[in-house]
């Protein structure tokens, strides 16, 4: 078995989409639209292929035709990415107009270097520093 992809609900797909591949360099891997059951999938990643198969996990973004806002609720974490600088990264991100909310640095309680992004909808990304870059 392995993790295929995590599905996050969106508001407005034209701006989540270019959230992740502008900000984060993502690829819409690909995009169809439901008209009967009035809705939208568009599955993005990482160039990471072999033979034709995606290797990496990706983000599936569901946009429900008439819904503009969802509750992200208390149960719901983050999505992690492994980045080789997290400080280099942040800045990236924040070139490209995205927003940090907790910037590069060890996480408490350990040495691992961390940061979070947050997405249009609000959904909170984790940058992992590989450890390679220490």
Known sequence: MRILHTMLRVGNLERSIEFYTKVLGMKLLSRNDY????????????????NGRQLGAEIELTHNWGV????LGTAYGHV???????Y???????QRGGKVVREAGPMKHG????????????????????????
């Open 80 to 86: 992690a990415l492994e980045v080789d600088d997290a």
């Open 111 to 134: 040495t691992t270097v961390i940061a979070f992004v947050e997405d249009p909808d609000g959904y909170k990304i984790e940058f992992i520093q590989s450890r390679k870059a220490a």
């Open 35 to 50: 008209p009967e059951g009035k809705f939208t999938l568009a599955f993005l990643g990482f160039e990471e292929r072999v």
């Open 68 to 71: 503009d806002h969802y509750e």
């Open 88 to 94: 280099k990264t942040c800045d990236l991100v924040r």
